[in-house]
């Protein structure tokens, strides 16, 4: 006992903040250049979360100032709907609390951790508050932020208000941040928020940089996405412990009802369905002949409940049993229940979860993000339908293709997940490896590190399946590999149509410039032939051409062409 008592005396509990300091490599502080886009990232991510869903056309401002060596302060301005006084302090201190983090709902952040987690990245290593400066029309709230890392709950050390005559919504964060280091490289600040315009056409950034410029990603589209909706967990995507903690916070008053209100796909005639293929799989467990058992729970999952039920005795008897669960108040719902519950789910057909919530950039949109910044000669996008993996969670792929025009010479993959850029992990990514497996050749791009090719990939669910805290890569998920697969194939085949146009017509430029070559020499040897004067037989000549070629379009670079 004394010894226990002495090895516990050590023993403290540890709060999320305090566990998220000492591991702030999680969140995707690591590295000096990282840190500093992660940073920027979680603040942008947040201005156009709250742009959208106020229906506002995001304007949002970047400025990185240099206070010393690897030391900046690093501020982000939207013109969002502003954040009431009593939720600064929740919003920019505290842990896993946010709007979404509970929901069903797709957005960029899934978490609740990512603004907070800045936040206390920049107290850690310049031991200074954030400064946040926001307005929701009325006063303007001034107030300087801390993190009290061992009860995971923000402090404000010092607030002010101020008028606000001319009625200026919006948000403005300052941090500054030490050990971190500006670069224009591809895992910088200027990258990730040229990605970001990409997918966010209906945005305008500008980023100020540590030496003055100004860079200006404009707007290319007037039209805010729809805000998504909240969509209820399918019953092929739970867990036992999600529905019995679900029941438990319910307000209806039969596990019927809970079922039937709380989830999506379940109706009256599901649930009394449900009700046999639990008493089925209670009937099945009393059976003592494993080579029986593995026969019914076979027949089972082949939708022969009826015939597994009748295998059995006094099989009424245990469906009223089962029948007067659905009827209990959901609070009284015990754990065995739900698994219960949850294993009878996994034998049952469901039509797929809805997908109204989703929200994809749009074909049309990607294109007018591809082309605004990067200035293609052809582009064009892929939406697939929305699809479900692991059983029961709604996703959906969009691709986008970009080739030629002011895109330097080699292969370019651009990740996405929810429209937010993805610049580190990418080797584990499963949109690398999806963009891996593809024969480009067969879409005559022969040589991908040498044509002028951009691809940008999109992915988009409810629940992106991250591979870790810091949100960096997708896991590779079979259903959503092949949903890249497909809707890259799709892009390609457009893209090898119009490079199959492109070479025609180099060939018959071509053609053209031989004909025109021996005009003159021709013309020459006719006046000698017939006496006719050369100047008559070269104009016959060169219109005859004309006419033959009259489709042709002005010859495209030939490099260009062969690269491709």
Known sequence: MAEANQLFKEFKIQSVSEF???????????????????VVHEAVTNSLDACEEAGIPPYIRVEIEELGKEHYKVIVEDNGPGIPEKYITHVFGKMLAGTKAHRNIQSR??????????????QVTSGKATRVITSTGGDIIEAWVKIDVDRNEGKIVKKEKHPN??????????????????????????WYLKLTAIANPHAQIELIEPDGKLIIFPRSSEEVPEPPVEMKPHPMGVLTDDVYRMAKKTRKNTVKRFLIG?????????????????????????????????????????????????????????VKQVA????????????????????AFKYMKFMA??????????????????????????????????????????FQVEVGLAYGGEIPSGFELLRYANRVPLLFDAGSCVTTL???????????????????LVLMINVISVHVPYTGTGKQSIANDDDIY????????????????????????????????????????????????????????????????????????EPVPEEVSENA
């Open 324 to 343: 007067r669960m659905m009827e209990k108040p959901p609070e009284k719902l015990s754990w065995h229940e739900a698994e219960e519950i949850v294993e």
């Open 434 to 452: 999806a963009a891996r497996s593809i024969d480009w050749k067969r879409y005559r791009v022969d040589d991908p590190e040498r044509t002028p």
């Open 482 to 553: 092949n949903e890249i697969r497909l809707a890259i194939m799709d892009a390609a085949r457009r893209l090898q149509t119009y490079l199959s146009g492109k070479h025609r017509r180099l060939s018959q430029v071509k053609r053209k410039k031989t004909f025109q070559k021996y005009v003159p020499e021709i013309a020459r040897a006719l006046h000698i032939l017939v006496g006719v004067p050369e100047d008559e037989v070269a104009k016959y000549f060169i219109d005859f051409i004309e006419s033959r070629f009259a489709n042709i379009e």
């Open 353 to 394: 979860p809805p997908t109204h919530g989703l929200r994809p950039i749009g074909e049309e949109n990607i294109e007018k993000g591809l082309t605004g910044i990067l200035k293609p000669e052809f582009v064009t996008a892929v939406t697939r339908p929305p699809k479900v993996y692991s059983g029961g969670i709604p």
């Open 109 to 122: 952040g899934q978490q609740g951790i990512g603004i907070s987690g800045a936040v206390m990245f920049a």
């Open 262 to 318: 709380e989830f999506s796909r379940i109706s009256e005639k599901k649930v009394d369905e449900l009700v046999k293929y639990i008493a089925a799989l209670r009937l099945i467990k009393t059976e003592k002949d494993k080579n029986v058992q593995e026969q019914l729970y076979e027949r089972l999952m082949n939708g022969e409940v009826d015939s597994v039920l009748r295998s059995f005795r006094g099989y009424t008897k245990v």
């Open 165 to 190: 005559p001319n009625g200026w919504r919006g948000t403005r964060i300052e941090l500054e941040v030490k050990n971190v280091r500006y670069i224009r490289s591809k895992q910088g600040v200027y």
């Open 20 to 38: 998220f300091r000492r591991n702030a490599a999680m969140l995707g502080y690591t590295g000096k250049i990282r840190s500093l886009t992660t």
